[in-house]
């Protein structure tokens, strides 16, 4: 029987992808790791002769470098793709005497909006979307937070004309807009743009971007908003992606849940990204307030919600190594950052 | 806000958890740990946490309130530290006069005569440092001292330099208060304040002033603690664009019962 070692597998399989320099090579290499007669399948057949308690321990490990496998050859396989269609059109451009202008690509938050909102999609969400200058009401009020309440102070609210008109601070002023107008079971995404007083610098602007996620149904626990929200970061930062759900207050939800990540920087040691507590925060989330629905006109005692809010920019950052969250709005970005997709 | 290790210890002598423990199962129960340093406190190594505490954890803005949370969470017995007081020389209680008695809850005074103002001692100003707080002297340290360990704000005046007794009102008199540290608030006649029959003592809630503040010959002092509306503190605190240690804590719905216990420990550590 031989040696079972993941990590030189994997990197085997690694070098000889990126040494592979055609789509129909790719398929070769793919096809000795991952195919029926693969390195992968025979170590699946091989299981039967382990002592029993390593079987299920076995499993899962082939199971996870199946699809790291599986991954490295799909970027592999996009890689070549793009590669040489840009390469025979810069061919193509220099026979005809000009030079290719550089290619762009979707902003990288854009990119990430649009694989969440397929996410949801298929998960039965609509999404929805609202206005981005606000009333006190819907981005307020209806939220569980009123007038002269402490709460106001958890954010600095940019007024357009004091206290009736603003920018919205989150993007829950959707949700209220959402609560009110549908009538239950719902399910919607909102993502968008939310503004805030903050001084701009490296990690801080006033422009910032969330993705919102509201579910009203006849019974929802917290099971699911957590199964919901480990779906979605699995599917942003890959299968090993380690979440933990701490109480954290919110107004407009109860019991309020606050989403952290581990560090993928330092694997939860601590290190200058995560400022030494190994876990980042992604945002809030909870048991929709039974207020919140009331004031939507929706029984609390018939149904019940989970929502979610989490920010978007500095993990965008993070994925892609953008340092400064100003280059997020400006122009420059569009030949600094890969287009592939590396999970962490 | 933050937490000494080693006071910790000292009101949960049953507590085995580490620093680091602590602070990790704090953060899971809704008080986010947001820093942890090794600090020097009377000469031994100690650490301080650093917590986030939320809107909705006003009793968690006082080391008693942060005790009480570990505690629970551990299953630990809490014991209130005791406070014992003199019985008072007079039968007569102090006058004091709420005549704003909508906007407060509860109002507390004590009268201390022969009392001796002098420089703290080097506890209590190295305590005040690490809450990033200066000392300014002994009497209005531990006006401090008690605020960070309940969670209750008090104010201290010099009886020597009032007129009459302590009125707690609602301003249409006084256009302006220099404050404690000299300057000149202009007021909206619209707020509640603290003052004596002659002139304003004070923005009750927020901060005091300058004509009775306590300095190192005060012997006659006048101690005071109030839970107020907070909508009201929060607004006079907007509407003046002040905001204080004492305002943070009395903008939110603070224990009426409070002041029982935490005016009585600032009264024993004074005599």
Same mark, same amino acid.
């Given at each position: ?7 030189s597998i994997?990197t085997?399989a690694?070098?000889e ?10 398929e070769?290499?793919a096809r000795?790791?991952l195919? /029926?007669?693969?390195?992968?399948r025979?170590?699946?057949k091989e299981i039967?002769q382990l ?5 299920k321990k076995r499993?899962a490990?082939l199971?996870l ?5 599986? #991954?490295l050859?799909?970027?592999r396989?996009?890689e070549l793709s793009?590669g040489?269609?840009e390469?025979a059109?810069?061919?193509?451009a220099e026979?005809l005497?000009?030079e290719?202008?550089?290619i762009g690509?979707l902003h ?16 039965g969400y609509?999404i929805?979307d609202g206005p981005?200058i ?8 209806r939220?569980n =937070?009123?007038?002269d309440h402490?709460?106001?102070d958890m954010?600095?609210t @940019?007024?357009i004309?004091?206290?009736d008109f603003l920018?919205?601070t989150?993007t ?6 959402g @609560?009110a107008n549908?009538r239950?079971p @719902?399910k919607?995404?909102? /993502?968008?743009?939310?503004?805030r007083?903050e001084?701009?610098?490296k990690?801080?602007h006033?422009i910032?971007?969330?993705?919102q996620g509201v #579910? ?8 699911d908003?957590?199964?919901t929200?480990d779906y979605l970061?699995k599917?942003l930062?890959g /299968?090993?992606v380690k ?5 954290k207050?919110?107004?407009e939800?109860e ?6 990540m581990?560090?993928f920087n ?5 290190c200058? @990204?995560?400022?030494g507590?190994?876990w980042i925060e992604?945002?809030?989330?909870? =048991?929709?307030?039974?207020?919140l629905?009331r004031m939507?006109g929706?029984d ?5 919600g ?5 920010g978007?920019?500095r993990?965008?950052? #993070? ?5 400064? =969250?100003?280059t997020?709005?400006g122009g420059?970005?569009a030949?600094q950052y890969?287009?592939n997709?590396?999970?962490l | 806000?933050?937490?000494l290790?080693s ?6 002598p049953?507590?085995?958890?580490? %620093?680091?423990e602590?602070?990790?199962? &704090?953060?899971?129960a809704g ?5 942890l340093s090794a600090?020097?406190?009377q000469g031994?190594?100690?650490?301080l ?11 968690c803005?006082g080391v008693?309130?942060?005790a009480?949370e ?6 630990l017995r809490?014991?209130l530290p005791?406070v014992?007081l %003199?019985?008072p020389?007079?039968?007569?209680a102090t006058?004091?006069?709420?005549e704003?008695k909508?906007?407060i809850k509860r109002a507390?005074?004590y ?10 001692p080097?506890?209590l100003k190295?305590f005040?440092? &690490?809450?990033g707080i ?7 340290? &531990?006006?401090n001292?008690?605020?960070?360990f309940t969670?209750? %704000? ?5 009886q020597?330099?009032?007129q ?8 249409k008199?006084?256009?302006?208060l220099t404050?404690?540290?000299g ?5 909206n006649?619209?707020e509640i304040?603290i ?5 304003i003592l004070?923005?009750a809630?927020?901060?005091?002033g300058?004509?009775?503040?306590i300095d190192?010959?005060t012997?006659?002092v006048?101690a005071?603690?109030a ?5 009201l ?6 509407? &003046? ?8 804590r ?6 009426p019962e409070? %002041?029982n216990?935490a005016?009585?420990?600032l ?5």
């Open positions: 029987m031989a040696e079972f070692n993941p990590s994997k085997r690694k070098t992808l990126d040494q592979t320099p055609s789509l129909a090579g790719l070769e290499v000795r790791y195919g /029926p007669q693969g390195l992968i025979s170590f699946f039967g002592p029993e308690k390593e079987r499993g490990s199971n470098l199946q699809q790291e496998i599986t #991954a050859a799909e970027a396989k996009k793009q040489l269609s390469k059109l810069r061919a193509e026979d005497g000009f290719l202008p550089k690509h990288p938050i854009t990119q990430t909006i649009r694989r969440l909102n397929q996410l949801f999609a298929s998960l609509s929805l981005e606000e009333s006190d009401e819907f981005c307020f009020r939220l =937070i009123p007038p402490p709460s106001r954010q600095d @940019l007024y004309k004091e206290p920018l919205r989150h829950s002023s959707v949700e209220t807009r @609560l549908h239950p @719902l919607f995404v909102v /993502p968008g743009r939310v503004y007083n001084k701009v610098n990690s801080n006033f910032f971007h969330h993705y #579910a009203v149904l006849e019974k929802v626990s917290l099971k908003l957590f199964g929200i970061f599917n930062y /299968p090993r979440v933990r759900y701490r109480n207050y919110y107004p939800v019991p309020g849940v606050g989403p952290d581990q560090c330092c694997q939860g040691k601590g200058s @990204l995560c400022k507590v190994g992604m945002g809030g989330a909870g =048991i929709i307030h039974p207020n629905l939507a929706i609390p005692k018939k149904w019940r989970f929502a979610f809010g989490l978007l920019d993990w965008v950052m #993070a994925k892609y190594k953008i340092t400064d =969250i100003r997020l709005l420059n970005l030949y890969y287009t997709e590396k999970t | 806000m933050k937490l290790y006071q910790l210890k000292e009101l949960l049953g507590l085995k958890a580490s %620093p680091k602590v602070g990790e199962k &704090l953060t899971l008080l986010m740990l947001d820093g600090v020097n406190y031994k190594s100690d650490w946490l650093s917590l986030e505490v939320r809107q909705n954890r006003a009793d803005l008693l309130g942060l009480k570990v505690a629970a969470y551990y299953g809490f014991k005791v014992r %003199p019985q020389s007079q039968k007569k006058a004091i006069r709420v704003a909508k906007q507390r005074a009268e201390m005569t022969g009392v001796t103002n002098r420089t703290s080097a506890w190295e005040l440092k &690490l809450y200066n000392s300014i002297n002994l009497l209005v340290d &531990l006006s001292y008690v605020m960070l969670g209750f %704000p008090s104010h201290l005046l010099d020597d330099k009032m009459g007794s302590l009125r707690w009102t609602m301003n008199d006084f256009g302006s404050t404690l540290d300057s000149v608030i202009k007021l006649r619209d304040i003052q004596d029959d002659q002139k004070g923005l809630g927020i901060v005091g300058l004509a009775a503040a190192l010959k012997h006659n006048v005071e603690m839970i107020y509306d907070r909508v503190v929060r607004r006079n605190a907007r509407s &003046l664009k002040i905001t204080t240690e004492a305002s943070v009395l903008e939110k719905d603070l224990d409070g %002041p216990y005016l009585d420990l009264i024993s550590l004074i005599l």
